[in-house]
């Protein structure tokens, strides 16, 4: 199975800060990669697809990239709404696709 | 508009069957994997297996599989997820979402149900 490892698994930070959160796959899944943001009590929704594909609505303040093994989240201009829970997951073993443990995005 | 709709939360006891529902509308149901998500409390998210509508073709991860099972009723456009014998371990969120195929022919799950809360207790 292909594991999927989250850092930092917490975060505080500011409105208005640059945000990174960095997601690595124990083998190579090319730029099989998705995001997903959560908030308490809510489905997880799409932010990023194929690693750094923005899904239709989402702020063009959130981005992605990497590719192979290294992939990161990145949120440029942090809002109040952006403090949820991120998660990475991949789709490169199809239908297998696990996700990372999640990195809770938290007010400073 | 793209919906998937689940039912009710649930409460059961350790081995009572249950049977949960995501309802789609809004697109082709038959055209789109769809598969099941669960969220124990206050932990991660688990993908637990995947069915093609369109032919009842069924994957299951490992850590879930011979405990559930993925169904689905082409004609209302339903998908469903059902345990023969619960556990209390089974207590969870339960989401279902769409699969859809993105340009570099990887999967993402792009739209989700509102979750099914399952509580299994004595």
């Known amino acids: 199975d292909i594991q999927m490892t989250q850092s930092p698994t917490s975060l505080a930070a500011s409105v208005g800060d640059r945000v990174t959160i960095t997601c690595r796959a124990s083998?190579?899944?090319?730029?099989?990669l998705n995001w997903y943001q959560q908030k308490p009590g809510r489905a997880p929704r799409l932010l990023i697809y194929?690693?750094?594909s923005l899904h239709s609505g989402v702020p063009s303040r959130f981005s992605g990239s990497g590719s192979g093994t290294d992939f990161t989240l990145t949120i440029s201009s942090l809002q109040p709404e952006d403090f949820a829970t991120y998660y990475c997951?991949?789709?490169?073993?199809?239908?297998?696709?696990?996700f990372g443990q999640g990195t809770k995005l938290e007010i400073k | 508009e793209v919906q998937l709709v689940q039912s009710g939360a649930e409460v059961k006891k350790p081995g009572e069957s249950l049977k949960i529902s995501c309802q789609g509308s809004?697109?082709?149901?038959?055209?789109?994997?769809i598969g099941w998500v669960r969220q124990m409390p206050d932990k991660g998210l688990e993908w637990m297996g995947v069915?093609?509508?369109?032919?009842?073709?069924?994957t299951y991860s490992p850590s879930f599989e011979g405990h559930v099972t993925i169904s689905v009723d082409n004609s209302g456009s339903v998908a469903y997820l059902q345990w023969s014998s619960l556990k209390a371990s089974d207590t969870a969120m339960y989401y279902c979402?769409?699969?859809?195929?993105?340009?570099?022919?990887?999967?993402?799950?792009?739209?989700w149900g509102q979750g099914t809360l399952v509580t299994v207790s004595s």
């Open positions: 979402a769409r699969h859809v195929l993105g340009g570099n022919g990887g999967y993402s799950l792009d739209y």
């Open positions: 809004g697109y082709m149901f038959s055209n789109f994997w």
């Open positions: 069915i093609y509508p369109g032919d009842s073709e069924t």
């Open positions: 083998q190579s899944i090319s730029s099989y």
């Open positions: 194929a690693a750094s």
């Open positions: 997951q991949q789709s490169y073993n199809t239908p297998l696709y696990t």
